[in-house]
């Protein structure tokens, strides 16, 4: 029998023109003998705007739609209609490399220990050419709970990004999905489950992330002084009550 790796995908009207670049990356992936992907694309909305651009000819895509809540409203609700051990986040204007999704099988298969993964990440700008970030972390494990100071103390700015997350599903659905934010919904996922679990970081680049003008990223509300404030501080108070409270992934079997 297959076993499956979900691609979750919300998308808006101005980003739908973008899908079938993510497309092509996906059909370009790799998989392990035994797996397939499956790409739920979940519409922020329900508009005419997107549904022209999703594959019609590939049976392994599935489109919804649903009432306008944001990104992570989308993400979530996406999740009731995918099965598989494993998700992983494409945003609608972005690319996964060639060996993006087997190398996070891999960790994630070989590594029963490790909840989720992440990668290296190049912007990719408008004219084609692509630019690095700097202070990428070392290949390898992040432990439980260290994501949270580094992030802390960069000026709220993660060390790894949330755009290449690969997670365990029944984790991510532990969690409650994405948070309940207007912005910021991934990395508050993303530090939850580094409070409760450990991650891994590959130093293999994984996503091509697309710097346009039109992306959410890049409105004034995003930066909004006031806004930014709140949507951090939540983020940092779930992660530090989780972190506290002493649940972890994979759970400790209390012996008999």
């Known amino acids: 029998m297959l076993r499956r790796v979900v691609v979750v995908t919300a998308v808006h009207g101005p980003s739908a023109a973008y899908l079938p670049q ?41 489109f919804r739609q649903g009432r306008p809540g944001g990104p992570g409203v989308a993400r979530t609700l996406a999740l009731a209609h995918t099965e ?12 996964l490399t060639p060996g993006a999704l087997a190398r996070d099988l891999a960790v994630l298969e070989g590594h029963r220990s490790v909840g989720w993964t992440t990668s290296r990440v190049l912007d990719l700008l408008p004219d084609g050419s692509t630019a690095a970030f700097p202070g990428d972390p070392a290949d390898g494990p992040i432990e439980p709970g260290t994501l949270v100071g580094a992030w802390r103390a960069n000026d ?21 999905g994405w948070m309940a934010l207007p912005a910021s ?22 996503l ?12 004034a509300a995003h930066v909004d002084p006031a806004e930014r404030a709140a ?15 002493g649940w972890t992934y994979p759970p400790v079997t209390a012996p008999g």
Do not use: N
């Open 22 to 62: 993510a497309h092509a990356s996906l059909c370009a992936q790799e998989l392990p003998s035994g797996w397939e992907w499956h790409w739920v694309i979940q519409e922020d909305g329900r508009t005419d705007a997107v549904r022209p651009y999703v594959p019609d000819d590939d049976p392994r895509v599935t």
């Open 84 to 95: 598989g051990a494993y998700a992983k986040i494409l945003d609608a204007d972005d690319q």
């Open 156 to 176: 709220w700015l993660a060390p790894v990004h949330p755009a290449t997350l690969c997670v365990r599903r029944d984790l991510l659905l532990a969690l409650g």
């Open 185 to 206: 919904e991934d990395t508050g996922l993303l530090l939850a489950l580094s409070s409760v679990s450990r991650g891994w970081f590959s130093a293999e680049v994984g």
């Open 208 to 219: 091509l992330y697309r710097k346009w003008e039109g992306q959410a990223t890049g409105q």
């Open 231 to 245: 949507r951090m501080a939540v983020v940092e108070a779930r992660a530090r009550a989780l972190g506290s409270f």
